[in-house]
């Protein structure tokens, strides 16, 4: 079954450290996104990545650091310079239709719970 | 920078009573909406989308949304609620040929049996 893998499911850190959060697709999606849900705050957008080797800042990049070498991988860093790391992380993503990356539904991941300490 | 808006974050029904999920956003120009559903214990699940055309969209397991330009809404109803939707509800919006979509703060909903 295709689909979207992140790991680990939960994640404890001591502050201080930075922390990598991964994501793996298998759908063939061009597209990859980052997402971080607390309570009440509904999903704010970290980073995304319309195609390998390129990324760009979401509405909340302070902090956090991203890659994208290869199409099916789109891990997230966490670094020490992110003032309240503690929440949970969702990755994404979706294919890249006619140039309209939203002409296809995005397709999440279980997500990681990340708690810093 | 474009906003969503959901109200009611916490909403609490008994099953077969009738549900609407409030949603407006702020952008005047073309817009792509959708309604993402995250049960208990699962990932976030598409439940409905708008890009075009008749503005009532119909969505998996009864769920209809109507997109209201004048008014810049795109509400979610359920004529009868069962206790399987008991979930969070998100409203996202998305430019027209934009990749960025972004997410209301969700609607959490409890179907009492």
């Known amino acids: 079954d295709g689909g979207i893998t992140q790991s680990p499911k939960y994640l404890f850190r001591k502050e201080g450290q930075n922390v990598t959060l991964s994501c793996e697709q298998n759908?063939?999606?061009?597209?990859m996104y980052w997402y971080r849900q607390d309570p009440g705050q509904g999903l704010r957008l970290i980073y995304y990545?319309?195609?390998?080797?390129?990324?760009q800042k979401g509405d909340i990049a302070e902090g956090y650091s991203v890659s994208r070498e290869k199409k099916e991988s789109f891990p997230l860093t966490v670094t020490s310079a992110q003032k309240n790391p503690t929440a949970f992380y969702l990755c994404a993503s979706s294919s890249w239709d006619r140039g309209y990356a939203y002409n296809s539904p995005l397709h999440f991941g279980n997500g990681t719970r990340l708690t810093v300490t | 920078a474009q906003s969503v808006s959901q109200h009611n974050h916490h909403v609490i029904l008994s099953e077969a009573a009738s549900l609407e999920l409030g949603c407006n956003y702020s952008?005047?120009?073309?817009?792509?909406l959708f309604w993402y559903v995250q049960y208990p214990g699962q990932h976030l699940q598409l439940l409905l989308k708008?890009?075009?055309?008749?503005?009532l969209v119909k969505g998996i397991k009864g769920f209809e949304a109507e997109f209201i330009k004048s008014k810049f809404s795109f509400n979610l109803r359920k004529p009868s609620v069962q206790w399987s939707d008991t979930a969070e509800y998100f409203c996202?919006?998305?430019?027209?040929?934009?990749?960025?979509?972004?997410f209301g703060k969700g609607n959490q909903v409890v179907v009492i049996p």
């Open positions: 952008y005047g120009g073309t817009v792509n």
């Open positions: 759908l063939n999606h061009d597209a």
């Open positions: 990545s319309q195609i390998v080797n390129d990324f």
């Open positions: 996202a919006v998305n430019l027209g040929g934009n990749n960025r979509l972004a």
């Open positions: 708008y890009f075009s055309g008749d503005p």
